[in-house]
């Protein structure tokens, strides 16, 4: 009994859900092809990709000729978006909605269709129930454009891109025929095309951007910030390049002194300190003067009392705020020499306080910068003592002339070079650096002059030499053509003969004059002549051509002196 209740309202239940229709798919394979942009004129739309032929080759090779997509198309030039055929299982439906009618109000007014700019499902909605659905067929392969878009390049306005069209674009024998170069000489706005593609990357990377752990949000002021917790706290220290007119006078944007923790106002009041004894320190001797626990404090303490020089003659080195070097010669021997060197493998004291001391018997690990005041040298401090000094402060050498510096720099490294190497030199073996000649201010003028000069007559000869052979090269390469084509008018009898032959022409390989041997013996010829200027020289058991090194420059060298002799 209660099993016929429960199966008579399961009927009655069922009866209540009218069955789904069934829909016949007609036997059609359709290729569908997704466009990225929003088509709104049909036949703008299939040139983009093509055109007609471009569709109909698509659909003979079932998808797999693929399209390329432009959206300029009639710009040849334009690198276009290669499409990717996929496999699917859709189905391509026909959806008919009957139009909306409405009675016109206002006859001299043009009244459209409200429904007209409706998306499809909003008009399915508005139909009430009155559209029909068709199925017109399986979609097998769709047609995608996923790759991104290449650097374009517009070329539209270009003449020689233009001349392009009209003759080898055109893929005839006339037309191709027609496209000539320009021989002209000395043309200054010759085009040069741009490559078929700028990048490589075809899909777009899928990065999964994050923010940095370190950094969280905070509030400054009142207002949301983003802040970096793990990056290294500022300096403030300004920095002076040589050729700066105005030296800052004062700190900006930093905390008042009355802000600071305990240890930074120890610190700030011990740069104070050493600066009211000496003006200028280097860094390295500055930490020598520093207690340990304050030495990771300099840094940041230093803005609150001195600027620094980026470059000059007083490199590296802090200065007082409102103290300019430059102005008087006194602070010549604050100047810094810079030297490169190998010193890891001398033996020292790490925790010596005079590693910024130069006296010639020892060098230090961290030795790279000194100051002439912290050179102790007796050899040095000859050169450093004296009183023939500029009148003017130059930008390279400072307050010092320019021979002396280069004596302070070359009796430093040879004593350095001497005790990296372990040995401890008699001073004997530096005099001949002493004895070297000085020269005034106006001598070192004439000199700086003379090299300039020298140089760039230099320069000159060598470009003349060079434009002289390349435009004989290029006139000896047009004879050898013109000689070539000649020859080859002088015998019309093979011609007669390879026209006899008919379609067997077209199996022979195109024979063009070679012009290589000519040529190499032009471009041997022309190394020969300027090994020494154009930077090799010709080996003649190899063939070769070997660099050229120091033996330019000592080439070079030898010729100043034999214009400084003469």
């Not at 909605?125 to 878009?149: H, L, N, P, Q």
């Not at 006078?249 to 930093?254: D, F, M, Q, R, S």
Request: glycine letters at 4%; aromatic letters at 8%; one cysteine or more.
């Amino acid at each position: 009994m209660d099993t016929t209740q429960k199966s008579d309202a399961s009927i009655s239940f069922n009866n209540t859900i009218p069955p789904s229709p069934w829909i016949t798919i007609p036997d059609k394979r359709i290729i569908c092809i997704e466009h990225p942009a929003i088509i709104r004129n049909l036949e703008n739309g299939v040139e983009t990709i093509g055109g007609a032929q471009a569709i109909s080759k698509l659909a003979a090779s079932n998808g797999n000729s693929g399209l390329h997509l432009r959206f300029r198309p009639e710009d040849t030039m334009q690198p276009p978006i290669e499409s990717r055929t996929v496999p699917t299982n859709n189905i391509l439906l026909k959806v008919t909605i009957p139009k909306r009618r409405k009675k016109r109000r206002d006859p001299d007014r043009n009244q459209t269709d409200c429904t007209e700019s409706l998306t499809l499902p909003a008009k399915l909605k508005a139909s009430k129930g009155k559209y029909k659905i068709e199925a017109i067929g399986m979609i097998e392969r769709t047609v995608r454009f996923r790759d991104i878009a290449n650097y374009q390049w517009n070329s539209s306005g270009s003449p020689f891109v233009a001349k392009m069209k009209d003759t080898l674009l055109e893929c005839t024998y006339d037309s191709i025929m027609k496209f000539e170069l320009s021989d002209s000489k000395g043309q200054y706005d010759i085009e040069t095309l741009p490559p078929p593609s700028f990048s490589n990357t075809a899909i777009p990377h899928t990065y999964n951007y994050r923010q940095n752990p370190a950094v969280k949000k905070a509030l400054v002021d009142g207002k949301t910030a983003l802040l970096n917790y793990q990056a290294g706290p500022k300096t403030y220290t300004p920095m002076v390049h040589i050729s700066t007119a105005e030296i800052p006078t004062k700190p900006a944007e930093l905390p008042q002194y009355e802000q600071l923790d305990k240890f930074t106002k120890e610190c700030v009041d011990h740069v104070r300190a050493l600066f009211e004894k000496r003006p200028i320190w280097t860094r390295r001797a500055l930490y020598n003067h520093f207690p340990r626990h304050l030495q990771a404090l300099v840094r940041f303490s230093m803005a609150h009392v001195a600027y620094m020089w980026r470059a000059g003659p007083w490199r590296d080195t802090c200065v007082s705020y409102g103290i300019d070097p430059r102005a008087d010669p006194a602070y010549r021997k604050y100047q810094s020499v810079f030297f490169q060197m190998d010193t890891y493998k001398q033996s020292q004291d790490d925790n010596a306080n005079d590693t910024h001391i130069f006296d010639g018997k020892r060098i230090t690990r961290d030795g790279r910068c000194y100051q002439l005041c912290d050179v102790t040298d007796n050899l040095v401090m000859q050169l450093i003592n004296t009183e023939d000094i500029r009148a003017k402060c130059d930008p390279q050498d400072g307050w010092y002339r320019s021979s002396t510096m280069s004596k302070i720099k070359a009796l430093m490294k040879a004593k350095i070079k001497a005790l990296g190497e372990g040995n401890l030199l008699p001073e004997s073996d530096y005099v001949s650096i002493l004895e070297q000649p000085s020269e005034n201010e106006e001598q070192e003028a004439v000199r700086k002059e003379k090299e300039a000069m020298h140089k760039n007559s230099r320069s000159e000869r060598r470009r003349q030499g060079l434009r002289a052979k390349r435009h004989s090269l290029y006139h000896e390469n047009e004879a050898t053509m013109d000689v070539t084509q000649n020859n080859e008018k002088e015998d019309p009898q093979e011609d007669d003969v390879e026209d006899e032959a008919g379609d067997g022409e077209w199996e022979k390989e195109l024979e063009l004059p070679s012009l290589r041997g000519p040529v190499d013996g032009r471009v041997q010829k022309l190394m020969a002549e300027y090994e020494g200027d154009l930077g090799y020289e010709i080996d003649e058991e190899e063939g070769d051509f070997d660099l050229l090194g120091d033996d330019d420059d000592d080439e070079e060298e030898q010729e100043e002196e034999d214009d400084g002799d003469e």
